[in-house]
Antibody, heavy 116, light 111 residues
Framework: QVQLVESGGGVVQPGRSLRLSCAAS??????MHWVRQAPGKGLEWVAV????????YYADSVKGRFTISRENSKNTLYLQMNSLRAEDTAVYYC???????????WGQGTLVTVSS | QSALTQPASVSGSPGQSITISCTGT?????????VSWYQQHPGKAPKLMIY???NRPSGVSNRFSGSKSGNTASLTISGLQAEDEADYYC???????????FGGGTELTVL
């Protein structure tokens, strides 16, 4: 059964850090993305990591603050978020790339709230 | 401001067809066939409906179809059903610094 399960969300103060995890099972662990959605807003691409971890790319809004990584032996994707801002408040989804630049499997999402 | 432009809302009656547009630039929609469409019901994760401009994943109804002309991609839903009521987002790979971009989303109402 195909499954992506995010964890690690919660309430954090501005300027602090948080690490999200995404555990994958039931399919080949390929290139992976993080996508976020602020409350009541649309989808925003955050970052991508190649299947072998050799390439990583970030949206301008998170570049220099967020780091995407993966541990293929554990089929787990991570998003280290530093220097968090109020505007980072969102549901964060991990999603698999289907090799055509599309996200064919999504997790259920984990809510990150940045507030003092 | 989203990189791709979609209408905020569209509506149609059951059985009718509707089309949602997604306008980008020569750096994204116009340059690549990596255009995809997602359906999102309230409180749920998005679901892939179309990839590579016009391909349907296994299990997606053939009532959903995609196309592209120049810098504009389109999603057409034929034979509208009540369960099609949802938000729809387009996405494209881009040669700009964002790498992947989404449209602002379109709310579909089935009257």
């Amino acid at each position: 059964q195909v499954q992506l399960v995010e964890s690690g969300g919660g309430v954090v103060q501005p300027g602090r850090s948080l690490r999200l995890s995404c555990a994958a099972s039931g399919f080949t662990f390929s290139s992976m993305h993080w996508v976020r959605q602020a409350p009541g807003k649309g989808l925003e691409w955050v970052a991508v990591i190649w299947y072998d971890g050799t390439n990583k790319y970030y949206a301008d809004s998170v570049k220099g603050r967020f780091t995407i990584s993966r541990e293929n032996s554990k089929n787990t994707l991570y998003l280290q978020m530093n220097s968090l801002r109020a505007e980072d408040t969102a549901v964060y989804y991990c999603a698999r790339d289907n090799n055509y630049g599309a996200y064919d499997y999504w997790g259920q999402g984990t809510l990150v709230t940045v507030s003092s | 401001q989203s990189a791709l432009t979609q209408p905020a809302s569209v509506s149609g009656s059951p059985g009718q067809s509707i089309t949602i547009s997604c306008t980008g630039t020569s750096s994204d929609v116009g340059a690549y066939n990596y255009v995809s469409w997602y359906q999102q019901h309230p409180g749920k994760a998005p679901k892939l409906m179309i990839y590579d401009v016009s391909n349907r994943p296994s299990g997606v109804s053939n009532r959903f179809s995609g196309s592209k002309s120049g810098n504009t991609a389109s999603l057409t839903i034929s034979g509208l059903q009540a369960e099609d009521e949802a938000d729809y987002y387009c996405s494209s790979y881009t040669s700009g610094s964002h790498f992947w971009v989404f449209g602002g989303g379109t709310e579909l109402t089935v009257l």
